[in-house]
């Protein structure tokens, strides 16, 4: 459990680190969460190893939504006031994304 919270929270740093000293403007989280699928797809890092603690994350999952909801909640009033944006957005992203995963998993399907 320690030595996969070491490389979950070492990625992060890591990614924290390359957005610091690059200024990319991506959060480092994101960075840092390619930088280990990176290194569990070279073979660097093993899925056993995380495993233990994937599971516990996995199975608490509604608990990481909790924050997010809370802080929404502190905003109604801009929610309230932009709606119809926030609601365009949201429908027209998802459908986007719904269109281009399919056609990328078309393309990946035909070529690999």
Not at 39 to 63: F, H, R
Not at 89 to 109: D, M, N, P
Request: glycine share 10%; proline share 3%; with cysteine.
């Amino acid at each position: 459990m320690i030595r996969a919270l070491s490389i979950i929270f070492g990625f992060l740093a890591l990614g924290e680190g390359v957005v610091y000293f690059t200024g990319i403007k991506l959060p480092g989280s994101i960075i840092g969460m390619g930088l280990l699928f990176a290194a569990l797809q070279a073979g660097w890092v093993k899925t056993a190893w995380l495993q233990q603690m994937v599971d516990v994350l996995m199975g608490n999952l509604a608990l990481f939504l909790v924050p997010p909801c809370v802080a929404v909640m502190s905003y109604l009033d801009v929610v309230g006031r932009d709606f119809l944006s926030i609601f365009t957005a949201t429908i027209v992203s998802t459908f986007l994304v719904l269109f281009v995963s399919g056609k990328v998993h078309e393309l990946v399907r035909r070529y690999w």
